[in-house]
């Protein structure tokens, strides 16, 4: 019979009891006091499957028949959903999609939670591209990806250098312009064209670098141990933006989908605006759902910026719809009305020298002639002085025809002469210049010289252009024969970059009160009117806006321009800059309270059609003008004795708009 030897003291089974006792600050709870949780069917996240006490439930890597999601998420939403027929034949899916089709598939790793959180997060970058199926064409979906890594560390720019220790070679050899180049491919192209191989695919073009980095000079480098070290603290500045997106996920992809596109030109494309947040939000969550960053601190900052990029897939586009339809046909219309208040381009004032006076003593010399210099010019002097006697004259005339007229109860318009002359002059000097041919566009010189004879059609003429008519637009579409231009002027002129509060849309016509009949303009009346047309859109000050960026130094703080007319509660500078002061705006018995453009809202009125681009908290920066009363600039002696209402809003509408942000803009 056989026996077996007795375990020995070093056996690794473990046996119990003993039962080991438990770490400082745990309490095992024993199996009769348990109580099942169960799964939380309606989880206050809607996106994750939890259990009674919150924790989320782990996705099995090998897939069962009998696995099923037991909550009312999103992921069992969309599954129950029926799955949509293409509406024509032909018709394809959207990138995100397909990747949407088969996402919660894509399992990798695990990731070894010991390891540096960098390696991690290189490695599910790697494991993230390598995953899917990328699309093709023009859609930059792989361009915007390597932007995204060369932000967040990911990809390195490869710094450039020149060698000092060894002698540069210039290739004379190589031909200046694409004659070799362009038979090489004509080669290339007889050579498939018969049947060979199928030609390779184009390699896959290097991103993109920063445009902070164009136009740098090569570093020079004297050896191989400074090559190395160049290379290295390429590595280090990589890394230490890892570092910083780890740190801090969420405002890393503010700054990302906010002033980083902005720097790098991504916004100005319709397709980047609605593709970076969608393929940053895939990545986001890729790293979620395989739990490369299983810490507490890492998933819960990684969870907070899903919120971020959720409202960039709304908000990034709108900026785009936003900047094509403002200012809208009333704003145009009102600058029509009262001019255009922003600065647009202005030519540049003479540099004038301290110790040189303007203008120079030369030209003063010339321009004073006086009667002994020169003959000539005595006679003209002498009709320029009879000519103002006559149109003195003329002018007591006209004076006494109009008092006559007055008399008779006829009522007088005046006109400006001198606007009337100055329209004439230009007009006249526009027909003297303008080619009565201008509506086409100058052809080929048809001499004989350049080979054509004098009976050979000209290949190179071209047919006459439509430029199309000159939209000019009017309040009359909107408020027909109205008073407007007569009861109100425009006021403060304000330069600054605000943010939407909030938005309505007009008023139910019963709600306002209806316009007394009266022979004299009325303001309030007109202003009913305005308020019956047209939507309330609040801005608020945006301070700080660009604390992060500085792309827009210019636009940091509110500027008052030189076309502005009103009071103004602050302290304005020479470059219109405005200066707060302490206190708040003392509103005035009459007239209106002074504008601050560091506390006070304004609102803007819009077409109500603008409404559905924008979203609160979105910012806008442009020039907004105040709609003024004319009464407010009416001199005390001039003044009516009607005393106009106290705290009047005064609307405002949009002169020209360089700058739409989204809500989280960092």
């Keep these: 019979m056989t026996t077996f030897p007795p375990s020995s003291a070093a056996d690794d089974r473990l046996s119990f009891p003993p039962f080991p006792t438990a770490p400082p600050g745990v309490t095992i709870i024993p199996f009769k006091d348990f109580k099942e949780r169960g799964i939380q069917m309606f989880p206050e996240n809607d996106e994750i499957e939890s259990d009674g006490l919150g924790i989320p439930t782990v996705v099995l890597k090998t897939r069962h028949d009998t696995d099923e999601c037991k909550t009312q998420t999103k992921r069992q939403k969309k599954a129950e959903l029926p799955l949509k027929t293409p509406a024509a034949p032909g018709a ?44 093709q064409g023009a859609t930059g979906i792989a361009a915007s990806w390597d932007q995204f890594r060369l932000f967040a560390g990911l990809l390195s720019n490869t710094p450039v250098w020149t060698r000092t220790d060894k002698p540069q070679i210039e290739d004379e050899s190589e031909p200046s312009d694409d004659e070799a180049e362009f038979a090489k491919d004509q080669v290339l192209e007889a050579h498939f064209n018969r049947g060979g191989p199928k030609r390779p695919p184009p ?56 002033s980083y596109m902005r720097k790098q030109g991504l916004i100005w494309t319709d397709r980047n605006l609605i593709n970076i947040p969608r393929l940053v939000e895939f990545f986001i969550r890729f790293l979620i759902r395989n739990r490369v960053f299983p810490e507490p601190d890492f998933d819960r900052e990684l969870r907070r910026s899903l919120t971020v990029i959720e409202l960039a897939e709304k908000e990034l586009i709108l900026t785009s719809k936003i900047a094509k339809q403002v200012p809208d046909e009333f704003s145009k219309a009102c600058f029509e009305c009262f001019g255009r208040k922003s600065e647009g381009y202005k030519p540049l004032d003479p540099i004038v020298e301290a110790d040189k006076p303007w203008p120079p003593e030369e030209e003063t010399a010339e321009a004073s002639l006086t009667k002994d210099e020169s003959s000539e010019s005595a006679e003209p002097d002498a009709k320029r002085l009879k000519l103002d006697c006559e149109a003195d004259g003329s002018k007591a005339a006209v004076d006494k025809f109009e008092d006559e007229l007055k008399a008779a109860n006829v009522e007088v318009i005046k006109v400006d002469d001198s606007a009337l002359m100055k329209e004439a002059e230009q007009l006249q000097i526009i027909r003297d210049n303008v080619n009565p041919d ?18 050979d059609v000209d290949s190179w003429e071209t047919t006459a252009l439509d430029w199309g008519p000159v939209v000019n637009f009017s309040l009359m579409p909107f408020l027909g024969p109205t008073a407007f231009p007569i009861t109100h002027t425009s006021g403060v002129v304000e330069c600054s970059v605000r943010r939407v509060k909030s938005y309505s849309g007009p008023p139910a016509p019963a709600t306002l009160p209806k316009s007394a009949l009266t022979t004299e303009e009325d303001p309030d009346a007109v202003e009913i009117e305005l308020e019956r047309h047209f939507a309330k859109v609040v801005l608020s000050p945006w301070a700080g806006w660009d604390n992060y960026s500085d792309e827009m130094p210019h636009m940091a703080r509110p500027r008052i321009l030189e076309t502005s007319a009103g009071p103004i509660h602050g302290v304005v500078g020479t470059a219109g800059q405005v200066e707060p002061i302490a206190g708040a705006a003392v509103t005035p018995e009459e007239g209106p309270r002074p504008h601050d453009p560091f506390n006070d809202d304004i609102t803007l009125l819009v077409q109500p059609a603008l409404l559905p681009v924008l979203n609160p908290g979105m910012g806008l920066g442009g020039t907004w003008v105040q709609i003024a009363r004319a009464q407010d600039f009416v001199t005390e002696k001039r003044k009516k004795k009607k005393k106009s209402k106290k705290s009047i809003t005064r609307y405002w509408y949009i002169d020209e708009l360089v700058l739409t942000l989204p809500s989280y803009h960092t």
């Design 92 to 135: 394809r899916k959207e990138w995100w999609d397909i990747w949407m089709d088969n996402e919660d598939s894509k399992m990798t790793g695990p990731y070894n939670p010991h390891t540096s959180p960098l390696d991690r997060f290189y490695e599910a970058a790697t494991d993230f591209r390598k995953t899917r199926s990328w699309p």
């Design 438 to 455: 201008i509506n086409t566009v100058p052809t080929w010189a048809k001499s004989e010289g350049w080979g054509l004879n004098s009976d």
């Design 203 to 258: 390699p896959r073009a290097r991103a993109r670098p920063p445009y902070a980095l164009y136009g740098m000079e090569p570093i020079p480098v004297g050896s191989d141990q400074e090559v190395k070290a160049l290379l290295a603290n390429e590595n280090a500045r990589r890394e230490e933006q890892m570092i910083d997106f780890l740190n801090d996920p969420e405002l890393k992809i503010k700054i990302f989908l906010s």
